[in-house]
């Protein structure tokens, strides 16, 4: 019972301390070690990330970014850009 804790733990300590690299690097092991120990998941995990990468618009005047972006978009009738420095 304390292993499914601990692995429990290893996982969600992340969430607590972003920064921890300790957690982080315990995390990956425990992350690899269950994609490695499943392949179904692995695969579920591999399309779900696949999916959540894809940018997409619909709509008039839609506009999708699929990366980074440091620039102005506008969309609509009429519409002003002003840039203030």
């Known amino acids: 019972m304390r292993a499914v804790d601990s692995s429990h733990d290893a996982i969600n300590e992340p969430a607590k301390a972003p920064q921890d690299r300790e957690a982080l690097a315990t995390h990956r092991r425990h992350l690899r070690k269950a994609l490695v120990d499943d392949p179904e998941l692995a695969d579920q995990l591999a399309g779900l990330v696949a999916r959540a990468t894809r ?31």
């Open 55 to 85: 940018a997409r618009a619909s709509g008039a005047r839609a506009v999708t970014i699929g990366g980074s972006h440091a620039g102005t978009e506008a969309t609509g009738d009429g519409a002003t850009n002003t840039a203030l420095r």
